[in-house]
């Protein structure tokens, strides 16, 4: 091969820092992703928490209680609410 001839003649030596630079951006972007979508998780899973049918039906899902202890803990849930609860008596 002659010298000035072949990739690194025509400006092929700018291709390879710009593609590491590339593939090191993906793979920046693909591990932050991979965080800010575990976090939003975390944050998703702690506005459900804080509901009492939310609750109610996880444990009911997870077989902690059964479908008879299901409606009466709603039932009660419910009943408070519609008092306006501890809070407002």
């Known amino acids: 091969m002659a010298w000035g001839s072949g990739l690194m003649a ?22 932050a992703a991979l965080f800010r979508t575990g976090r939003h ?4 899973g702690a506005d459900r928490s804080d509901d009492p049918l939310q609750i109610l039906e996880d444990r009911l899902a997870f077989g902690e209680i059964d479908a008879e202890e299901y409606r009466a803990r ?14 407002e008596q």
């Open 74 to 87: 709603r039932q009660v849930l419910r009943h408070r609410h519609s008092d306006g609860g501890p809070d």
């Open 41 to 44: 998780r975390e944050d998703s």
């Open 10 to 31: 025509g400006g092929g030596w700018v291709m390879l820092p710009v593609v590491m630079v590339i593939f090191w951006a993906v793979v920046i972007f693909g591990i």
